[in-house]
């Protein structure tokens, strides 16, 4: 992988798993945005990999969509019972409110984690893990030719 994403799209790749918007087809998925108002689409063929993402489009790092796919196509190692701790966030409205600071959007879910009494060291380890797992991937990532739904597209 070229350019590393942010640590914190992980946590967003556990949501879509968790929250069951992600559908593998053979060679391309479809996510579902946080709040189901957008669909991305991922691809992959011969170890190149593309999605339309707005990260993975605009940004050139592997997006949420783009990880969720790989762990589910065990690339990398899903711990599902971690992943449930991220079901039913809503990523669109916490980075709006962070302003896509999105440490600022995880430290808000840790710290509501937290004072429910989870293990954050535990579920930070296994993000961790991931996280050097990716920089460990031998595939690279390309710009989709499909350029991300816009904010008024509604997921058909």
Same mark, same amino acid.
């Given at each position: 992988?070229?350019k590393?994403p942010?640590?914190e799209?992980?946590h967003?790749?556990?949501s ?11 060679g391309?998925a ?6 189901r108002a ?5 691809t ?13 489009y ?12 790989l762990?589910?196509?065990?690339k990398l190692?899903?711990?599902?019972? %971690?992943?449930?701790?991220f ?23 840790m ?18 893990? %991931?996280?050097?797992?990716i920089?460990?991937?031998?595939i690279?990532?390309?710009r989709?030719?499909?350029?991300p ?6 997921e058909q």
């Amino acid at each position: 992988m070229d350019k590393w994403p942010p640590i914190e799209k992980i946590h967003e790749a556990y949501s879509a798993i968790a929250d069951e918007r992600v559908v593998l087809s053979e060679g391309t998925a479809k996510v579902a945005s946080s709040n189901r108002a957008k669909e991305y689409t991922v691809t992959w063929r011969d170890g190149f990999y593309t999605s339309n993402d707005n990260a993975s489009y605009w940004q050139g790092y592997a997006g949420y969509p783009m990880i969720a796919v790989l762990l589910l196509q065990e690339k990398l190692t899903l711990n599902r019972s %971690v992943a449930a701790y991220f079901t039913g966030i809503n990523w669109t409205e916490l980075n709006a409110k962070y302003k896509s600071k999105f440490a600022k959007a995880v430290a808000e879910i840790m710290d509501g984690l937290k004072e429910e009494g989870v293990d954050c060291i535990a579920i930070d380890n296994e993000i961790n893990a %991931v996280y050097e797992q990716i920089k460990q991937l031998d595939i690279q990532t390309k710009r989709s030719s499909v350029k991300p739904p816009k904010s008024n597209d509604k997921e058909q």
